[in-house]
Every structure is written in C-alpha cells, then in structure tokens.
C-alpha cells in the first residue's frame, strides 16, 4: 500500500508540476494573444500615421522653401546695400555647406574675398560695413591709388553716413560734398 501511496503521491507531484507549466504557457499565450492585438491595432493606425507623416514632410518642404526665399531675400538686399557703396562691380554672395562665401564680380570675374588686392579689400570692406549698417565709416585707404581715391570718393557722397578716409594719397579732384583735412606738412 505504501507503494502506492508513492505513486499516486508521485503522480500528484507530476500533475502539480504539469499544471504550472501549463499555467506558464498560459501566461505566454495571453501575451502572444495581447501583442497580436497591439500589432493589429498598429497596423490599422499606419496608414493614418504615414498620412501624418507626409502632411508633416510637406510642411517641412514649404517652411525650408520660405526659409530660402527669406535668406536668398535678405542676401539680395544685403548685395543691392553694398552695390550702392562699391565704386563698381557687384558683389558676390554665396552660401555653400552652411559657410558665407565673399567676392566681388569685377572685370567679367569674381574675385573671392581672400584673394582681394589691397585696394579691392578697402572698397569691399568700406561696401561691407555700409552694407551692415553702419552710421561712421573710417578708413585707411592708402592702397586706392588717386585716380581710384577719386571714383571712391564720388561713390561715397550718396552714401548715407558720416565717412572719414584717410590717405597719403591727394585725389585728383575732391567730389562735393567732401572736406578735406590735412594733417602734418602744409602744401
């Protein structure tokens, strides 16, 4: 009898132990029930979501097209305010990789900013600073050489600020509206 109580008590053991697997493959299907409706649910709302993802994409497409038309603005307005200051030419802005590229469209070329000629360097910077803003231009120009001092000079009278030059250069011809202030030997 002791045999068999063994046995049926070892029966019950395996039953028990039979049960909680169960119970643990239970558990898992439920999840596997729950995930198959969350994956069902997600792909009936992915069309809605790629809509709302192409709404957003063109959104996107006209916000970055008004925002280049407001720089490409801005960039032509800040190019017609240096025109009105350099003594001829027009000036070159581009924006490449996210960097300011400067020149100057001169003689059929433009010449980048870095490779200027001292006397192209003063006219740009004096364009630049007009183009800016600013209310007092002052400016060595000594490499302007008379003739070029003077188209400068004449340039500079429509502009509206008070700019002072300074040069060991006499100008061929002094455009109206100019003072001239020597300083040192008398002449």
Do not use: Y
């Not at 119970?23 to 409706?37: C, V």
């Not at 003594?87 to 990789?97: L, Q, V, Y």
């Not at 004096?126 to 001092?149: C, Q, S, T, Y």
């Amino acid at each position: 009898m002791d045999a068999d109580i063994k046995l049926l008590e070892d029966r019950v053991a395996g039953l028990r132990l039979r049960v909680g697997q169960l119970k643990a493959t239970e558990r898992i299907m439920l999840q596997a029930h729950g995930l198959e409706t969350q994956i069902t649910k997600a792909k009936q709302e992915a069309p809605a979501i790629e809509a709302d993802i192409q709404t957003l994409k063109e959104e996107l497409a006209e916000l970055t097209g008004q925002q280049q038309r407001i720089i490409n603005q801005a960039l032509n307005e800040f190019a017609l305010r240096m025109e009105q200051a350099l003594p001829a030419g027009k000036p070159s802005i581009r924006i490449e990789n996210d960097k300011v590229a400067l020149g100057w469209l001169i003689r059929d070329a433009v010449v980048p900013f870095q490779a200027m000629s001292g006397g192209e360097r003063v006219s740009f910077d004096i364009a630049l600073a007009h183009a800016f803003g600013a209310d007092i231009i002052a400016k060595e120009v000594a490499e302007l050489d008379p003739a070029r001092l003077e188209v400068a000079l004449q340039k500079l009278t429509s502009i509206p600020c008070q700019t002072i030059l300074s040069t060991c250069h006499e100008p061929k011809s002094i455009p109206a509206g100019w003072t001239i202030v020597r300083v040192g030997a008398e002449k």
